[in-house]
Every structure is written in C-alpha cells, then in structure tokens.
C-alpha cells in the first residue's frame, strides 16, 4: 500500500480562516475547474462520491474521505458526479512556509521541544480517510452557520473549528500509524517532563513504565535520536534557560529546581551546551 503524501505547513504563523461552506451536486453535475487559487480547500465528503483531479492525479473521494487541494495547484472534475453528492469545503491559508513531504515508512522523528524556539510543523494528510471523526461534523455545521454572524463575533470561533479541524485531520493520521515503540516513546518523554526535577534513572523509568529499560533506550532512540538519559539531560538544561529569563533566582536555585544536584556541575554541563555560562545568558536578555 503507497502511503498518502502531506502537506507540512510550519507554525507559526498559524493558518489563517478564510470561509466555509457546503456544495450540493446532482447526479451529472461536477466540481469547477480552478487552479492557482492561492488558499487550502479541505473538501470533506459526507454523500455520494466526488470525482476530482488535481495536477495530474485523481481520487475518487467517497463519503467519510477528505482531499485537501493545494494553493499553487491545479485541480478538475475528472467526471460528473454519478449520484448525489454533498461535501463540506473550507477554505484557509497561511502566509508560512509549506510544503509536499512523502510519508515516511515508520513513524517521523520528534524533534526535541525547546523553549524559546518551537515551530510545530502541521502534518496534514493530502488525502484522508478520517471518516466520521468525532466532532467532526458538528464543527463543519458551525462554521457554515457562523457565515451569516456578525464578524466581530464569529472571527475567533471561526478560527478556532479550523484548529479543531484541522487538528482532527493531523491526529487521524497519526493514530493510524502510532506503533507499540512509539507509544512508550511518547509514554517516556511524558514521564520524563513531568518528573525531571527528581533523581531519575534507567531502572527507575523501567520501574514505572514496565519495561526492560533496554528496550525503552530503543524506542527512544528511533523517536528522538535520544537515549532517555540524554533527553533528560537537555530537557533540565532547556528549562533552566527558562528559569534564567523569567526569575530572579539564583544558579544554585535554578540547578536544583531543575534536577542538577551540584551547582558546578549544572553550570559546567551549561556552558558545554549553550556555550556560555548561566549568568552570561542571563544578561544578555536584561535591559
């Protein structure tokens, strides 16, 4: 089975609601040909079946299936519609960068989180098979209905289905390809987050996740090119910048706060990855 392609879009920006709607086509009746639109079209299909093309490759999109044409593309009926067919469009855009990226084999390699620069990439599948998603049609309902609100009212209630959406699209994909390995990745990166000022080891994280510690090293390893211990190395130093920036407290405090024991240690650890010592980063965000 050929994995279905996705739109990577960087954020932020965040895109951007533009409108909403809902098309009703006969049997004979066909989507218009369009192209260079300069916006996202999510078409979501509830009835029938929607034959349509898109700069040289087409689907036929049956219900509970969604296609999202692209703002530089090219798309067309490739045959009337055979039956009635009603599908949802919403449209959107996004003035950051995008791109088509080929769907990995496995699952994609989590970037690590950093505080002070964290641009999440939104994988949206080009063409999906969410189905009824839950929520999802209540949220196409509204956002037709907000069309005819004052505009004041309806702007960030429109903005926020979109995330929704959207959200719903990214997470149906991942939930269909999440292995047992990358749950407990992701199982141990939460633990990790939430526990990372406490003295943690391999045995201890084994101890709670019931796993050999070996093969959580691994799942790891294949999702964040990190063992857990490194992970949890750069997580306290990440959160100490944090510290550093927005408190008063000292370098012996922050390195306790943070899971360092020793001062001198957090500090030389510190200067090793930033490449300056704490209260030199410090200063330099001080007027």
Known sequence: MVSEPFVALQAPPLPYYLGAGISHYRAGEQHPNRK????????WVVEGELYIGENGKEWTLAEG????????????????????????WVHFETSGKWEMQQAPAGNPRQPFEQPFSNPYEI???????PGHAEGAMERLKELVRLREANRSVAFWKEQKLLFELLRLLEESVHNSRITPAVRLADE??????????????????????HFHPNYIVRCMKERFGRTPMEYLHEYRLEQAKLLLVTTEWSVAQIAERV?????????????????????????QFRS
């Open 123 to 129: 994988r949206l599948p080009h063409r999906a098979e």
């Open 36 to 43: 260079n639109l300069g916006l996202f079209d999510l078409l």
């Open 188 to 209: 141990t990166e939460a633990y990790l987050k939430q526990n990372y000022p406490s003295e943690l080891t391999n045995g201890k994280l084994a101890e709670a996740l």
């Open 259 to 283: 899971g360092f024991r020793h001062t001198p240690y957090f500090s030389s650890c510190f200067k090793r990855q930033v490449g300056m010592p704490p209260l030199r980063y410090r200063r």
């Open 65 to 88: 299936q969604t296609l999202l044409l692209l703002p530089d593309g090219e798309h067309y009926a490739v045959k009337p519609c055979e039956r009635d067919t009603v599908f949802y």
